[in-house]
């Protein structure tokens, strides 16, 4: 059974960083392609960042040059680390895995999926 759990989310004031990061059971990193996604009250999920099995990145416009995806196959964990952190960037953070289209932004494509952790960002 596949079990994704996020950690390192939290209230920050906007300039600050905050590191994600997606523990995976029964699941290889490794070969398999992983992303974040986030979600706001009233707003529809957005993917944030995605990383495939060769390392190679694709962003949302909204956090290019702040955020920055990465893994760890030997730990089996997913990371986003957050800097210049603004309000916008409130939200539920969840990571999901098993994509089907490499270095997708759409939710649709990702099989598996962590149950959130939340970010606060305040002015």
């Known amino acids: 059974q596949v079990q994704l759990v996020e950690s390192g989310g939290g209230s920050v004031q906007a300039g600050g960083s905050l590191r994600l990061s997606c523990a995976a059971s029964?699941?290889?990193?490794?070969?398999?392609?992983m992303a974040w996604f986030r979600q706001a009250p009233g707003k529809e999920r957005e993917g944030v960042a995605a990383i495939d099995s060769d390392g190679d990145t694709n962003y949302a416009d909204s956090v290019k040059g702040r955020f920055t995806i990465s893994k760890d196959n030997a730990k089996n964990t997913l990371y986003l680390q957050m800097n210049n952190l603004k309000p916008e960037d409130t939200a539920m953070y969840y990571c999901?895995?098993?994509?089907?289209?490499?270095?997708?932004?759409?939710?649709?494509?990702?099989?598996?999926w962590g149950q959130g952790t939340q970010v606060t960002v305040s002015s």
């Open positions: 999901a895995a098993e994509g089907v289209v490499a270095l997708s932004l759409d939710g649709g494509y990702y099989n598996y």
């Open positions: 029964g699941y290889t990193y490794s070969k398999h392609w």
